[in-house]
């Protein structure tokens, strides 16, 4: 056997890396034994969703979650499948695997994503130029579309430069950074933004930068169970997405 | 019912809010059920409704009816949801067991899923049937997405036969699942 069929079940549950994903799925194509056991899990597992027990959606669910859903643009053909981050182009993929594998569709062109990142870090900068301009009022008004405000804004020192502001959307705060003249990236690297309390990390977004070096990411605060107030934020180079804690070399850094 | 779902999907396509809404109205209480069976945690469990249903509009996630059924791919977009979103919470150390609420669980109403009603019942008495191992390995491959390496600590098995335990649990439960559809369903016996 081969020692890839060992990442079947990391595979079946989107858990590689997406390295070892296009490896895994090159893999695949050749090795009937593999493209057997996923189609058995598959088929096995179908039935076991009916196995959760039914519990009550809470109470409001419903108008919670459609009104955050149709506050996203339903975007057109050219920016449908733009990635907002790094991490969600990863989960992207594991969408289109969740489709289920076939023979003659997979692995995806990926050819898209280049392109589409830059749309998307585009579109992210254009939002984070509103905010900065935004900033300039005196700090108690309310943007004119009545909803943001920033909380408080910090410039990050270090090699390239970079603004963080924690803008306060209805009940939810957002993390804003915005960074420029950062050195190019290789492989997976990613840049990751880091929020640290009391001398430990919490993980605030990652980016990969464009071409002139510009790179931005938006992090919703309330995703981190730590709701208190912030010591420092830090951006680091990292191998890839998914380091729990700072890895690289710190870039940038600022007190907040 | 199927051709229903694929109706209203490509409605939401074409922006048509009130079909999403209406597949949101048919899949709520079975996909936050699903979620909430992952991540053990209301908050969590609503997350992931969002995450999912923006994926469904915003066409991050696209289905395709030559694939299966609606319900089996948005199930399985929810899976891979729950999963993502579980395990960014655990890297800020988040601690599944000290958070875990309690919901009043109840049986399926008449107004939910059909599919649901027939087949859960079915399904949780073939669970039953498994050994404690057995069905321990289909919770945490299944239900918690865990690594190959962490069900391998956690059930005490060598990373080389974690695989085979699982394909074992699953054609176990596969055929206590046709045991019990042929004696005619649960209460039969």
């Known amino acids: 056997m081969h020692e890839q069929c060992d990442q079947l ?33 598959t088929e096995l597992t179908e039935d076991l969703p009916y196995a959760a027990e039914p519990v009550e959606p809470p109470e409001g669910m419903k108008d919670r979650v459609l009104a955050g859903v149709f506050a996203e643009e339903q975007s057109d053909q050219a920016e449908k499948e733009a990635p907002a981050s790094f991490e969600k182009a990863k989960e992207t993929k594991r969408e289109a695997q969740a489709s289920s594998y076939t023979q003659s569709e997979s692995p995806k062109p990926k050819r898209w994503l280049a392109p589409a990142l830059a749309a998307a870090l585009f579109l992210s900068l254009a939002g984070n130029l509103y905010t900065i301009l935004q900033e300039e009022e005196p700090p108690d008004t309310i943007t004119t579309d009545g909803i943001d405000q920033v909380l408080q804004s910090v410039q990050l020192e270090g090699t390239g430069s970079a603004t963080a502001s924690i803008v306060e959307q209805k009940d939810t705060n957002t993390l804003v950074v915005n960074a420029n003249q950062l050195a190019n990236l290789e492989g997976e690297q990613v840049y990751q933004v880091w929020l640290i309390k009391e001398g430990k990390p919490y993980r605030a977004g990652s980016f990969v930068p464009n071409q002139n070096g510009d790179g931005a990411v938006t992090y919703s605060l309330d995703k981190l169970q730590n709701q208190g107030k912030w010591d420092q934020i830090a951006i680091s180079k990292e191998p890839d997405a998914t380091s729990k804690e700072p890895q690289g070399e710190v870039i940038l850094s600022s007190k907040l | 019912m199927s051709d229903r779902d694929l109706d209203l999907y490509n409605q939401v396509l074409e922006g048509d809010k009130g079909a999403l ?31 999912v249903f923006i994926k469904v509009w915003t066409q991050k996630a696209t289905y395709d009816s ?24 655990e890297n800020q150390n988040y601690s599944l067991e000290e958070e ?46 865990l690594t190959q390496r962490e069900i391998a600590s956690s059930c005490n098995l060598s990373l080389g036969t974690v695989k085979g335990r699982i394909r074992l649990a699953l054609k176990h439960l596969r055929k206590e699942l046709s045991n019990i559809k042929e004696k005619g369903g649960v209460g039969d016996a």
């Not at chain 1, 989107?14 to 090795?31: A, N, P, T, V």
């Open chain 2, 66 to 89: 030559s694939k299966g059924k609606f319900s089996s791919w948005i199930l399985s977009v929810t899976r891979f949801t729950s999963i993502d979103i579980v395990r960014k919470k």
């Open chain 2, 21 to 51: 809404e209406e597949l949101y109205d048919k899949y709520e209480k079975l996909l936050y059920s699903f979620a909430y069976k992952s991540c053990g945690q209301k908050e969590m469990a609503e997350e992931v409704m969002q995450e």
């Open chain 1, 9 to 41: 079940i990391d595979y079946f549950n989107g858990l590689l890396s997406e390295e070892e994903e296009r490896e895994f799925e090159k893999h695949l194509k050749s090795c009937e034994n593999c493209q057997e056991e996923w189609a058995e899990l």
């Open chain 2, 100 to 145: 875990r609420d309690t919901l009043h669980q109840e049986e399926p109403s008449a107004e939910d899923l059909a599919e649901w009603k027939e087949q859960g019942e079915i399904v949780r008495e073939a669970v039953k049937q498994l050994s404690e191992e057995q069905n321990k390995i289909i919770q945490l491959f299944y239900f918690k997405g």
